[in-house]
């Protein structure tokens, strides 16, 4: 019904950046906040940084003045931009959206969709 897909991953050493973008499609009447966490090997998921329909944005203290989150509306997109990335940011990367859907019985209710995961990797 709804699909989020991911793009933007990969290697980089330390120092570098990368731009993640996770778009979402299908049957979608609105979408409220969007965001991203994180799951590095062995450890728990935890959030790296959200921002909601009017673009307020929060960000793990572990990120702040590094990652950049920002939104396309139009196209459903949410972006996560990576600069002086370090060997600690290495984890699988995974974008959320609370999606506002119509049900067959023409209700409509907001659910919390992911996207599929983005592997970043940072060298030292």
């Known amino acids: 019904q709804v699909q989020l897909v991911e793009s933007g991953g990969g290697l980089v050493q330390a120092g570098g950046s990368l731009r993640l973008s996770c778009a979402a499609s299908?049957?979608?009447?609105?979408?409220?906040?969007m965001g991203w966490y994180r799951q590095a090997p062995g450890k728990q998921r935890e959030p790296v940084a959200t921002?909601?329909?009017?673009?307020?944005?929060n960000y793990a203290d572990s990120v702040k003045g590094r990652f950049t989150i920002s939104r396309d509306n139009a196209k459903n997109t949410v972006y996560l931009q990576m600069s002086s990335l370090k060997p600690e940011d290495t984890a699988d990367y995974y974008c959320?959206?609370?999606?506002?859907?119509?049900?067959?019985?023409?209700?409509?209710?907001?659910?919390?969709?992911w996207g599929q995961g983005s592997q970043v990797t940072v060298s030292s």
């Open positions: 921002i909601d329909s009017s673009g307020r944005t």
């Open positions: 299908g049957s979608i009447l609105s979408i409220n906040a």
């Open positions: 959320n959206a609370m999606v506002r859907v119509l049900s067959e019985s023409g209700v409509s209710y907001e659910s919390r969709y």
